[in-house]
């Protein structure tokens, strides 16, 4: 299973969170439909348990990964928060 992290950060743009997380969803089930196993694991990451978007929607993540650990796909949204975010250390 590949695992797609998308990255969240306040103010980010909803739309860039929700689209990614629903094209690998409907992926998934096309392949259980298919009697396959699904094939992604399509997690938000975040500094925070909870983030608000742009859109004023709050949004539950995980915790950043530790060191270490592997992933396969790391998506970063837009949004006017993206600045901010980058000046983050952690």
């Not at 306040?10 to 298919?34: E, H, M, R, W």
């Amino acid at each position: 299973m590949r695992r797609i992290e998308v990255l969240a950060y306040p103010d980010v743009q909803l739309l860039d969170v929700s689209g990614p997380l629903q094209v690998f969803a409907s992926a998934n089930d096309f392949k259980t439909q298919a009697g396959e196993p699904a094939a992604y694991q399509a997690v938000v990451v975040a500094a925070s348990p909870r983030i608000r978007t742009s859109a004023g929607l709050a949004l539950e993540t995980v915790a950043l990964p530790t060191r270490g650990l592997e992933i396969d796909t790391l998506i970063v949204p837009g949004g006017w928060g993206v600045n901010a975010a980058c000046e983050t250390p952690n």
